[in-house]
């Protein structure tokens, strides 16, 4: 690491809980240290000394026009010199929110908070209160944010409540919510068959993005729009990350299942930040001031990031860009595989829309359990290989990858090529 970086890094080691604002920047996925960025630039991160590399994290998916994209850039800018927040209704608010229930016909309504956590927390109040219902369902390896419900470990059996998955959450928070495998239907049915009168909402993300990528088998979200409807719960499609990321729909449009509501982020706010929930007007109006569920925030909606974030989906409306998108995703992720595979390697890619996923094991996984039997070891050697050959993955077996439409032949090129050279150090490495 450069002496700045280092440096940096010893400041922020000081007065920052593990020198990070979010546990997954701190590399500790990969047994190394952060570089400090200096600069986003299209497809490139630079860091504080001077070195570039072709992103695949992208701020973990908001930057789907790549860094810096001069429509974002002018909308923010234009905004900022008329004030940065004002803390009562603006137009921006209102064309984003039109423009969301434009392409999301299943959200007709929907309220902008400031993160995914906001909007996933919401909308199982709003479930809860819906339903007069206190459980939930989740799946292992879905991840939906930092609020206590979902912070919580696959108890044993199926249908056993959950159990705290980190210091500080009570039992109580934990004892409404269980957890089943992902893809796995079954396990839906008999928790739903054995709780199901208890169950507020079924939450899944629709393709799993925080277990690597793992794409939902055929049948699957429909089949839990089927049991939700048949038990009276929600069904809840977290499209934090897939949203206008595997489709301008979103999943709910690729695969053609309309849940009851929907929770967004990420691209949708430009890199600023926008989180937002939404569904049925009939659900949304039980929202203050509307309705008697409480949620507020004094930055909800506020004009910069309604700025960058229209500016973002007003392109993505126009452009359409997920078929090629998905080409360059797919490249990448093949590619990579391919060329650890070629070393002697056990490896899968994925790739669904503009977002990916590299898994050191055969066959791409179907579960988060399936995704944790594969080579972690074997990752993060080649993590760090890839990023000496300036190219950066995300510092996690467990994330996904995403590319922009600025990630051009170039990069691909580049990336495949450094990922031949990483492939081939890891295999002598590893002897
Ligand atoms: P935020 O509160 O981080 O804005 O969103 C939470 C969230 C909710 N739902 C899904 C499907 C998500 O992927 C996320 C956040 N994703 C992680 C990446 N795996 C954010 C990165 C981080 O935690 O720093």
Known sequence: MSSLGADLWRRALRVMPGGVNSPVR??????????????????FLCDTDGRRYVDYVLSWGPLILGHAPPPVVEAVRLQLERGTSYGAPTEGEVELAERITRLMPAVEMVRLVNSGTEATMSALRVARAAT????????SGCYHGHTDAFLV????????????DSPGVTRGAASDT???????LDAVADALRERGDAVAAVFVEP?????????????FLSGLRELTWRHGALLVFDEVMTGFRVALGGAQA??????DLTTLGKVIGGGLPVGAYGGRRELMERVAPAGPVYQAGTLSGNPLATAAGNAQLAWLEEHDPYAGLEVVAR????????????????????????????????????????????????????????????????????????????????EVDLTLAAAREAAEHVAREMR
């Open 153 to 164: 470990a696959a108890g044993s059996g199926v249908a056993t409540l959950g159990l705290p």
């Open 207 to 219: 393709v799993a993005g925080n277990a690597g990528l793992i794409e939902p088998l055929p049948g």
């Open 132 to 139: 007069g219902r206190d459980a939930v369902l989740k799946f």
């Open 26 to 43: 701190s590399f500790r996925s990969v047994d190394s240290t952060p570089f400090f960025v200096g600069r986003g630039e299209g497809p």
């Open 178 to 184: 269980m957890v089943v495998p992902f893809n796995d």
């Open 331 to 410: 490249r990448v992720a093949l590619g990579i595989a391919t060329a650890i595979r070629t070393v002697g390697l056990a490896a899968a890619g994925t790739a669904v829309g503009s977002m990916m996923g590299v898994f050191f094991r055969g066959e791409a996984p179907r579960s988060f359990e399936q995704a944790q039997d594969s080579d972690v070891r074997a990752f993060r050697r080649f993590h760090s290989a890839m990023l000496d050959r300036g190219v950066f993955l995300a510092p996690s077996p467990f994330e996904a990858g995403f590319v922009s439409t600025v990630h051009g032949g170039a």
């Open 254 to 259: 690729r695969y053609g299942v309309e849940p």
